[in-house]
């Protein structure tokens, strides 16, 4: 009796493990997409501190993802079972953050960009604020955006463990949201270190052979990269934003799936053209919260 109790047992945790590995790999590419917005985010978010607290600062906002997850994971699966109806709203919340960040960052560039101060006045303004100060700014924005993306990616992975059993879906939502974590940060920290590794690559090399080109393509790529992400990263504010918008209003949900229906069969259109909707949608939200924030600061006299 004992030993059959004991084989049904075995039984049961390799069908759980067998479950788990297919529902993994589901939500894993469900959630993919997320991915690389929450790399171009959280990689803009911690540019511009000094090299040598580079790797902190990103461990240090890692350490607040970890903990998101640990907030987000228990509160959907609670959710999920008693309130399900809750998800989508505060989702939807989040969403509408991520496109009000998005055009604030914008509106900022177009019509409140400062005069070009000489290098002498940037120092000084600098530094009035401590380094500890400014680092710990970066790492709460990023921490914040994070908590959003991290609520996308557990509710993407949710919803394929919906009807599973429930060691199911705490298992695979706990794992994608650790691999998630793992695999973005790990990243983040190997872009903010390009420069570093080109200058040991120029070093180690004297300056000659193929090692001193790579270095000094990637010491003269990296800055670029940086750059670049941060256009990147105000974009996946409004296709992640704008995205979370179509997917929770009806109406405008209703508005894009026939436009999107009519795409021609082409795998190009078909991911190009849905995500430029989304973007422009994300624009729109974002500028009609600024809006609404602004008419609320006015009426209060703000």
């Known amino acids: 009796m004992a030993g059959a109790s004991l084989l049904t047992l075995l039984d049961d945790i390799a069908t759980v493990l067998d479950d788990v590995a297919v529902m993994s790999k589901v939500a894993a590419k469900k959630t993919a997409g997320v991915l690389g917005d929450d790399l171009a985010l959280n990689a803009q978010q911690v540019s511009g501190v000094a090299a040598e607290r580079e ?19 228990p509160a959907a699966l609670v959710i999920s079972a008693f309130a399900p109806w809750l998800i989508m709203p505060a989702l939807l919340l989040g969403g509408l953050f991520l496109c009000f960040e998005g055009s604030e960052k914008v509106l900022e560039k177009l019509f409140h960009s400062e005069p070009k101060k000489e290098p002498v006045e940037a120092l000084e303004e600098i530094n009035k604020l401590t380094i500890e100060e400014y680092e710990k700014t970066k790492i709460k924005g990023a921490i914040r955006t994070d908590f959003i993306l991290s609520a996308e990616i557990i509710v993407i992975a949710l919803g394929t463990v919906q009807g599973q059993q429930t060691v199911t879906q705490v298992i695979v939502v706990s794992l994608i949201a650790t691999i998630m974590t793992a695999g973005v940060y790990g990243l983040v920290a190997g872009i903010v270190k390009l420069d570093d590794l080109g200058f040991y690559l120029e070093r180690k090399s004297q300056g000659k052979g193929l ?6 393509v990637l010491v003269a790529f990296a800055p670029k990269l940086m750059k670049g992400l941060t256009v990147v990263g105000t974009a996946a504010m409004f296709l992640v934003g704008g995205g979370i918008v179509v997917h929770n209003v009806p109406f405008i949900h209703h508005w894009v799936e026939p ?40 009426v209060r006299g703000k």
């Not at 190009?268 to 009609?288: C, E, H, R, T, Y």
């Open 211 to 216: 090692l001193s080109i790579l270095g000094s």
């Open 55 to 73: 790797i902190p600062v990103v461990w240090a906002v890692a350490k607040g993802s970890f903990r998101n997850k640990l907030i987000l994971v």
């Open 259 to 298: 436009i999107i229906m009519k795409l021609p069969d082409l795998t190009l259109v078909n991911a190009l053209v849905p995500a430029l909707l989304n973007g422009a949608i994300g624009v729109v939200a974002g500028l009609v919260v600024v809006g609404a924030i602004e008419v609320i600061h006015r």
